[in-house]
């Protein structure tokens, strides 16, 4: 059980099951958890000097988190979102404004329709999934976990989804990199990572 195929067929059951779960989510409780994740991440960021903040676009009935992030651009921040340039590579952060001109990546994901670029304080990354050692299951093609090992100085991280996503582990591997905090609709927890 503990062989690549069978860790990798573990984490892709998993991940189509947590996927699965968000999406079943009705509305109303979706917009309820997301506006307390959405609380507890202003809690944490607002206090902090403004710099620059990387953010995903919401697919697959994640957290929305672009109204935290115009909240923090009219405090002075600046965004950018991340974009995969070339496979198997650290992804580029393009700037983003709100009335921003977006076009499609080849995944179908908004992206910012710029080459101006930014190297973020804090990074948002999309959880999935995350266990209790603060390891977060994303998507599979290890674009994040790449572009933090890439990263001179590493932003602040902060895995944010919804509570569903808890499990006793992700059978975290050696290229895994959890984040300094997980944000959930129930908290922000700081992790120890190093």
Request: proline share 11%.
């Amino acid at each position: 059980m503990n062989q690549p195929a069978d860790i990798a067929a573990f984490r892709a059951a998993l991940r189509r099951e947590k996927i699965a779960a968000r999406q079943a989510l009705p509305a109303a409780d979706h917009r309820l958890a997301s506006v307390s994740i959405l609380d507890h991440l202003a809690a944490l960021l607002l206090p902090r000097p403004a710099g620059t903040i990387a953010f995903c676009w919401p697919i697959r009935a994640e957290v929305d988190c672009r109204p935290l992030v115009q909240q923090l651009v009219g405090a002075g921040w600046r965004a950018a979102m991340p974009v995969v340039v070339t496979p198997a590579s650290p992804m580029q952060f393009r700037s983003w404004l709100p009335d921003a001109p977006m076009i499609t990546d080849r995944h179908g994901i908004p992206i910012p329709d710029t080459a101006a670029s930014e190297t973020p304080d804090v990074l948002l990354l999309p959880l999935v999934a995350y266990d209790a050692a603060g390891y977060r299951l994303g998507y599979g093609g290890g674009y994040f976990d790449r572009t933090l090992a890439g990263c001179v100085t590493r932003p602040l991280t902060i895995g944010v989804g919804f509570a569903l996503g808890a499990v006793a582990t992700i059978r975290p591997q050696p290229h895994d990199i959890p984040p300094d905090w997980i944000v959930t609709e129930l908290d922000a927890k700081h992790l120890n990572t190093p």
